[in-house]
């Protein structure tokens, strides 16, 4: 596109000098700090420094039932969650691939996407149709503040099946309720998620069948999902984060690299 080709003119001509000039680079994982080796960047003016979330939003939990009970999901019916912009790079495609072969093998389980539309929802309802799953499948645009932590407490399984992410935020909150959680390994967060949670290859089979484990096995699940809420808590407040900004901010003013 004609935005893309700007960024790259821009990028080609000045990004580099920028980036370069700078006493230090930050980046959100250890994927993207070594891609900004690759761009010659010294490793020493590289910072690694994750995104962060409001802890104080999830440290008291609501009842769980009552976001199935807004949108009138049966009590017994497994809730798999999506959140986030409805993108080709987020990967619904291959989710609604795999969850009509979970539907295979067992029919307790609806697909809830959510999400403002960023040019692929039409496509992702065409697919839904397509496929016949229009019954188990859900869709509400965007939704935020207690509804959006109603989702993730009534979800027995967040999933974020990017084609490519750096650090997505929804993750962290997703785990900061303690929902079991699922992502692709090109999800650059994907290293802290399988400590706590399940990374999958970018393939229908692999998304599917791992969808499957992970509800046969939900006690154990939830018990990983516990840690990792402790860990989330703990780690990636914002109080945390901007500690270490401030830190690198007070090293580059004194020329420590």
């Avoid at 000039?21 to 690759?38: C, M, P």
Wanted: proline share 4%; net charge neutral; aromatic share 8%.
């Amino acid at each position: 596109t004609f935005f893309k080709l700007c960024k790259i003119g821009f990028d080609n001509l000045f990004g580099q000098k920028f980036v370069m000039n700078a006493s230090n680079i930050i980046a959100l994982t250890e994927t993207e700090a070594l891609q900004y080796e690759q761009l010659h960047i010294p490793k020493n003016k590289i910072s690694i420094i994750p995104n962060g979330i409001n802890v104080s939003e999830y440290t008291e939990q609501p009842k769980s039932g009552k976001f199935k009970l807004l949108h009138g999901i049966p009590e017994d019916q497994k809730l798999l969650l999506f959140l986030g912009r409805i993108h080709k790079i987020k990967g619904i495609e291959l989710l609604i691939e795999a969850f009509t072969e979970v539907l295979m093998f067992r029919n307790d389980v609806t697909l809830v996407i959510v999400g403002p539309d960023d040019g692929d929802l039409k496509s992702i309802l065409n697919l839904i149709q397509e496929k016949t799953i229009t019954d188990k499948v859900i869709y509400i645009g965007p939704i935020f503040g207690t509804e959006k932590i109603l989702a993730y407490i009534d979800a027995d399984i967040y999933i974020l099946p990017s084609v490519y992410e750096t650090f997505p935020v929804t993750v962290l909150e997703a785990m900061a309720c303690g929902t079991p959680t699922l992502v692709t390994d090109r999800c650059g967060i994907a290293k802290i998620v399988e400590q706590f949670g399940h990374v999958a290859k970018y393939d229908k089979e692999e998304l599917s069948a791992m969808i499957l484990n992970i509800l046969a096995n939900s006690a154990d699940a939830k018990r990983k999902a516990q840690l990792g809420r402790i860990k989330i808590i703990n780690e990636y407040g914002w109080d945390k984060i901007s500690e270490l900004y401030i830190k690198l901010y007070e090293r580059c003013k004194n020329g420590v690299n």
